[in-house]
């Protein structure tokens, strides 16, 4: 018969008096409980000062520590009331979850930046996929968390990258601290007060343009995948082209199912030959390596008859013609995610108060090869 959770605490006060620290994971097997069950122990001792909890080990106040000289160090700072300042802190035995829709394309660097930054603090990251179903990222969070996951990163499965209908709502029910990985939720929703780290895919759009103005293009296009990015990529195509007085109404960009290419070629060859448009932005990279020897089949020569870019350059080098290509911070956003949950993490295991929530944008880069071309257009 389990013991109540009063016996229960005094068991785990007894254990921590006497040998001075415990591992979480070491007290719950030696309890017989789950980690989850003996974290929200650990809690409520700590909330009445009764033990200090750090990641992932529980400390005897005044006692002597055996998880290590940087532990027994934030355990003192712990005690303090200084405000965070972000910086990094071990986290040692901390599992972290982390749902992502796909462990291919551009989440590939994304979970492994994410890793690395846990795995340089002594902590793990345990890894959930949803493949995009919606349904399944709450299923996914809920198996982390039982398994011991004190905290999540996620990426969920909101096609348009933003919420709708109450998609957030499994989120918010969590109760856990949770970053938001490559989405977004507009003002007003209640995930909007969630901390997240994304790619600013508008701004890397809009780079985009500015290169193929800057080469002479004035009559330019973007043929875009639906999916979770393409209303920011989009949103930086327009304002770009507003804002460097291209003729926006001879090319207005192409949304499309994915995997429609010949919708995309039709597109295309018609913005060249009826509206003279002379550059596109395609998203992504590998529907570019598609695309172009469809265009070649129907005339339209890459860059001569029509200058590319692709985004997220995942295999953009390895085109016939190498494409130029936007590229994400993939590995710096999953970094930035992890950091920033962690930093979540030993603001609650310390009592400190939390700093502000963050909405954090890290800018991606253009990579010039053959493909947008650089010949001077005529006026």
Known sequence: MRPHVDQRHERVLELVRERGSLRVADLAAELGVSAVTLRRDVEALAGQGRVHRLHGAVVWPGGVSTVGPRARQESAESTASTPST??????????????VPTTASLFADIVRGAREAVGAQGGRLVLGVSGYVDT??????????????EGLLVAPSWSGGVPVGGQEQWLL???????????????????????RVRTDRAHGAAVAVGHFAALGHHRITAVLQEGPHAAQISA??????????????????????????????????????????????????EDAIVLAPRLQARGIRVPDDLALIAY??????????????????????????????LQRLAERGSGRRPAP????????????????GAKTLAH
């Open 86 to 99: 972000g910086s990094a802190e071990s986290a040692e035995g901390v599992v972290i979850g982390m749902i």
């Open 136 to 149: 399944e990222d709450a299923v996914q969070a809920g198996h982390l968390l039982a398994g011991g996951a």
């Open 173 to 195: 029910d969590r109760g856990v601290p949770t970053v938001l990985v490559e989405r977004s939720a507009p003002p007003g929703n209640p995930a909007a007060a969630l901390d």
């Open 236 to 285: 930086g195509y327009d304002s770009a082209v507003r804002s460097l007085g291209l003729d926006h109404a001879r090319g207005a960009p192409s949304v499309r199912e994915h995997g429609d290419y010949d919708s995309s070629v039709d597109y295309l060859v018609d913005a060249v030959r009826e509206r003279g448009v002379t550059a596109a932005l395609v998203h992504s990279d």
């Open 312 to 341: 997220d350059d995942e295999v953009a080098p390895l085109a016939d013609v190498p494409l130029t290509a936007v590229a994400p911070p993939k590995r710096a956003v999953g970094e930035a995610a992890a950091k920033l949950l």
């Open 357 to 372: 929530r963050q909405h954090v944008e890290l800018l991606p880069e253009l990579r010039i090869r053959s493909s947008c």
